[in-house]
């Protein structure tokens, strides 16, 4: 029964978004549409180019510090690829797909996971981070929700404080289980020892930088959901109110009970700005451009695998 749900949880999020869809005015979506600032719209979705490559470019300064050097033109077409597959699986775990071409290229997998993976947590740590500015700006700091989830990370932050290195080696532990299968164990195990290596070579200074390189992406996707925004006309909703309820909708959508945040996107966005208006249609096509720059990461992907196909992996037993 549990491996059917996980097989089959997907299916969650076109139940909810079909759910929402009976309680609308599709003719309303229909008029909104044609009444879409296609001039603003075009210009937020090319910010989806500059986007990638300020990732890229983070991506090429932790590589650079492990001494892997490519030029920045081949980390774009890589994590555009990279990025293509994340979108599509639960918690972007396609991500790990980066690691195929520095495998290709002579690294060992341990080596190229440690750019890849911290390239990935610097994202999910400002998402919890916002994500939880979030929580507490909708349902304020003593609602229950609020207090669950805060006793959740201070419990966890105290963990780390507690058993510091024990907890790091744990969690980089359960990482390879999931992405290194079981019957590689031995060469996992190799792979493991050499990733907490490599991963001594990064400082404060280099955190602190990356820290300030991911920020400006975050910002760069913000002026990219209000452009979103402003092509539809959703000016009734404050920008703190949009970007704080579009954070909190990107954290859900890592459940993986949908397929690129279809449904789980849509009921979040919904239940955290309908207080704001009272065109729930336009919420709902407001979550649908947010779905078409999902669309247009994928184009950007496949041209990019065009000119940098990715290769398969081939792990010794």
């Known amino acids: 029964m549990i491996k059917i749900f996980k097989k089959y949880s997907f299916l969650i999020g ?32 090319l910010i989806a180019f500059p986007l990638i490559l300020i990732k890229a470019y983070r991506w090429n300064y932790l590589k650079k510090i492990q001494g892997i050097n ?27 797909s980066k690691i195929s071409y520095l495998k290709k290229d002579g690294y060992s997998i341990g080596k190229s996971l440690t750019s890849v993976i911290v390239d990935r947590f610097l994202d999910l740590f400002y998402l919890l981070a916002f994500g939880y500015l979030g929580i507490i700006f909708f349902f304020g700091f003593f609602k229950k929700t609020t207090l669950i989830y805060s006793f ?3 419990s966890v932050i105290l963990l780390i404080f507690i058993i510091k290195k024990q907890f790091y080696r744990q969690l980089i532990k359960k990482i390879f289980t ?12 190799i792979n493991f020892q050499e990733f907490l290596n490599e991963l001594k ?21 913000y002026a990219q959901i209000y452009l979103f925004a402003r092509s539809i006309d959703l000016h009734q909703i404050p920008l703190l109110h949009l970007i704080l309820a579009v954070t909190v909708s990107g954290f ?7 397929f690129l945040g279809i449904g789980t996107r849509e009921i979040t966005l919904v239940a955290l700005l309908s207080p704001l208006t009272t065109n729930i249609e336009t919420i709902i096509l407001f979550s649908e451009l947010i779905l078409l720059d999902f669309i247009v990461l994928g184009l950007i992907g496949a041209i990019s695998w065009y000119f940098k196909p990715i290769p398969l992996i081939k792990i010794k037993k």
């Open 14 to 45: 076109f139940l909810l978004l079909g759910i929402i869809v009976y309680q609308i005015d599709l003719k309303i979506i229909y008029q909104a549409i044609e009444k879409i600032n296609y001039q603003l719209l075009i210009l937020a979705l």
């Open 70 to 96: 490519y030029k920045i033109i081949d980390s774009f077409l890589m994590y555009g690829v990279g990025t293509a597959i994340g979108s599509l699986t639960p918690g972007k775990i396609g991500d790990i």
């Open 152 to 154: 959740v990370i201070l």
């Open 178 to 189: 999931i992405i290194i299968p079981l019957k590689y164990q031995k060469s996992w195990q």
């Open 201 to 221: 070579k990064y400082n404060k200074k280099n955190y602190s930088y990356l820290l300030f390189i991911t920020l400006t992406a975050w910002l760069v996707y």
């Open 252 to 258: 859900i959508t890592l459940l993986p009970v949908s």
